[in-house]
């Protein structure tokens, strides 16, 4: 006789497959390009790089991917961007406040507004690119 496992497991299952799908549509180099892009203009990279800051702002990037890729499902479903923001906007928060505090950790205080609204743009800019991967796969029935 078959083992059941419990519902929680399937769910992370699954999960963890859509995730391992949806990221097919990512690449390192676009991670990196758009990385040094949003950041360079308030300093120089080299010292972002000897801090290990990069690695920290490429796993923001990725899970905040992830987190529009996962909401726009209910898209499919008739909700707008507006709505799907709403619906997760304590996860894309907490992402936007773990990085910012990451980068500002390694400079003075000179730059923490301005560092702060970029923080925020580049998380939300990702969680868009994972918002329209995710729509497309849904409308290529992909997923």
């Known amino acids: 006789m078959k ?4 519902f929680k497991d399937r769910r992370y299952q699954k999960e963890m497959l859509y995730e391992r799908k949806i990221l097919r549509d990512l690449s390192i180099e676009r991670l990196h ?3 040094k892009v949003n950041f360079y203009p308030l300093f120089y990279w080299s010292k972002i790089e000897d801090m290990n800051v990069e690695e920290y702002c ?6 905040s991917f992830l987190l529009g ?3 726009s499902k209910f898209s499919i479903r008739g909700e707008t961007i507006d709505q799907l923001k709403e619906r997760c906007m304590h ?5 936007i406040d773990t990085l910012y505090e990451v980068i500002n950790n390694c400079f003075d205080d000179s730059y923490q507004e301005s560092l702060y609204y970029i923080c925020e743009q580049y998380v939300q800019d990702w969680w868009y690119e994972g918002c329209e991967a995710g729509v497309r796969r849904h409308r290529l029935r992909l997923i």
């Open 33 to 35: 390009s758009k990385m």
């Open 3 to 6: 083992e059941l496992g419990s």
């Open 69 to 71: 890729a996962r909401n």
């Open 91 to 95: 996860e894309e928060k907490l992402l």
């Open 58 to 63: 490429m796993d923001i990037a990725i899970e």
